[in-house]
């Protein structure tokens, strides 16, 4: 029961800080479970497709890319592009970038304040819109999210 609570939780995108205070599993023990489970789906997804039993797998395979990233089913598609983890799809969700489609449209500027530079210039390449890193401006210290540790530094 403890386990599918748990699991319950992650899917729910709860972070590892909660899952600790919650169910008293450690970083470490929450790969290791993940791992289990990722294995048990991938069984049932082989065991789905031996038996011809198609109309599961569309939820076996959902399932599994949800318990892979630990976000709820709303944030899949985001996570089809490569350096987009469950926080930076969390992210875009947040501010109405809910599909590759809406990703198109946006200004590289507004996603590069939103996930980053690097990370704006990625996903829009992978959506085949190509940018010149050294024309992507981003106002310094408007990016939302995290910032370098220079922030913190004081000057002299």
Do not use: C
Request: cysteine-free; glycine content about 6%.
């Amino acid at each position: 029961m403890k386990t599918s609570l748990f699991f319950n939780d992650w899917v729910d995108e709860r972070d590892e800080e909660f899952l600790l205070e919650t169910y008293y599993v450690r970083p470490g023990e929450i790969h290791a479970k993940l791992e289990i489970a990722d294995w048990l789906l991938y069984a049932s997804v082989e065991l789905a497709r031996m038996l011809k039993l198609q109309f599961l797998l569309k939820d076996l395979l959902k399932a599994r890319q949800r318990l892979k990233y630990g976000v709820k089913e709303e944030l899949l598609p985001l996570l089809k592009l490569k350096g987009v983890g469950r926080v930076r799809a969390r992210k875009m969700f947040n501010n109405k970038l809910k599909s590759l489609a809406d990703l198109k449209t946006v200004d590289i500027t507004s996603l590069a304040q939103l996930i980053g530079k690097a990370a704006a210039i990625s996903v829009k390449s992978q959506l085949g819109q190509e940018f010149d890193p050294l024309k992507v401006k981003v106002k310094e210290n408007k990016r939302k999210g995290q910032t370098s540790l220079g922030h913190f530094v004081k000057k002299k």
